[in-house]
T-cell receptor
Framework: GENVEQHPSTLSVQEGDSAVIKCTYS??????FPWYKQELGKGPQLIID?????GEKKDQRIAVTLNKTAKHFSLHITETQPEDSAVYFC???????????FGEGTQLTVNP | SQTIHQWPATLVQPVGSPLSLECTVE??????LYWYRQAAGRGLQLLFY??????ISSEVPQNLSASRPQDRQFILSSKKLLLSDSGFYLC??????????FGPGTRLTVT
C-alpha cells in the first residue's frame, strides 16, 4: 500500500518568514495530494490540493509543488503569520474521493 | 452547502463500557464516509470507510465496528471499550471523485 513520509515533524519560524513542509510517497499510482491544517482540538481543514497533471498550484500565500518523478510534494507558506501556527498534514491517494494515506504531520509555530 | 456533524464532542467512558459515536452529513447525497482515529494530535489512522448504505470496509482489526443505517449517517461503535481506544475520532465525507472534508471530532477518554 501507499506510504507517506512527512518532514520536518516540527518547524518554528519568525513571523513574515517562509515555511516549507515536504512529503514523499511510495505508490507511483497516487495522483491526488491534499494538504490539511489542523488547529488544536479541531478537525483537519483542507487548505490546498494538487493533482498529478499539475506541477504547481497557488492560493494567496500558500502553494504546493509536485515532482512526480521523484515522488515528492511540498507545501510552501509565504509571509507567515501567527494564525498559521497549527499542525499540517499531507496526504496521497490514487484519486480524490478515495482513501487517503496521511503523513505524520508537522507542527508549525510562527513566532511574532 | 454541505455540513458534517459529530457528537458528542467529548466523552469519558470507563473501561468495558459500550460506545456509540455518530456522524451525519447535510447537503449532499450518497457520500463516501470515513472514520479516523488520531492519537496525541498526530497521525490520522483510517478505521472504516463506506461508499453506500450497509457497505463498510474495515482498515484495521480492532475493538470497534461501524454501521451506516442511512445514506448520510455513519456510526462508530464498541461493545467493550479498552484503554487503548482513547483518542480523537474524526468523521469525514467526500463526494465520489472529490475532496475529503472532516468533521469537528469527538474526544474520547477511556478511564
Amino acid at each position: 500500500g501507499e506510504n507517506v513520509e512527512q518532514h520536518p515533524s516540527t518547524l518554528s519560524v519568525q513571523e513574515g518568514d517562509s515555511a516549507v513542509i515536504k512529503c514523499t510517497y511510495s505508490d507511483s499510482a497516487s495522483n491526488y495530494f491534499p494538504w490539511y491544517k489542523q488547529e488544536l482540538g479541531k478537525g483537519p481543514q483542507l487548505i490546498i490540493d494538487i493533482r498529478s497533471n499539475v506541477g504547481e498550484k497557488k492560493d494567496q500565500r500558500i502553494a504546493v509543488t509536485l515532482n512526480k518523478t521523484a515522488k515528492h510534494f511540498s507545501l510552501h507558506i509565504t509571509e507567515t503569520q501567527p494564525e498559521d501556527s497549527a499542525v499540517y498534514f499531507c496526504a496521497a491517494s490514487w484519486t480524490s474521493g478515495s482513501r487517503l494515506t496521511f503523513g505524520e504531520g508537522t507542527q508549525l509555530t510562527v513566532n511574532p | 452547502s454541505q455540513t458534517i456533524h459529530q457528537w458528542p464532542a467529548t466523552l469519558v467512558q470507563p473501561v468495558g463500557s459500550p460506545l456509540s459515536l455518530e456522524c451525519t452529513v447535510e447537503g449532499t447525497s450518497n457520500p463516501n464516509l470515513y472514520w479516523y482515529r488520531q492519537a496525541a494530535g498526530r497521525g490520522l489512522q483510517l478505521l472504516f470507510y463506506s461508499v453506500g448504505i450497509g457497505q463498510i470496509s474495515s482498515e484495521v482489526p480492532q475493538n470497534l465496528s461501524a454501521s451506516r443505517p442511512q445514506d448520510r449517517q455513519f456510526i462508530l461503535s464498541s461493545k467493550k471499550l479498552l484503554l487503548s481506544d482513547s483518542g480523537f475520532y474524526l468523521c469525514a465525507w467526500s463526494a465520489h471523485g472529490a475532496e475529503q472534508y472532516f468533521g469537528p471530532g469527538t474526544r474520547l477518554t477511556v478511564t
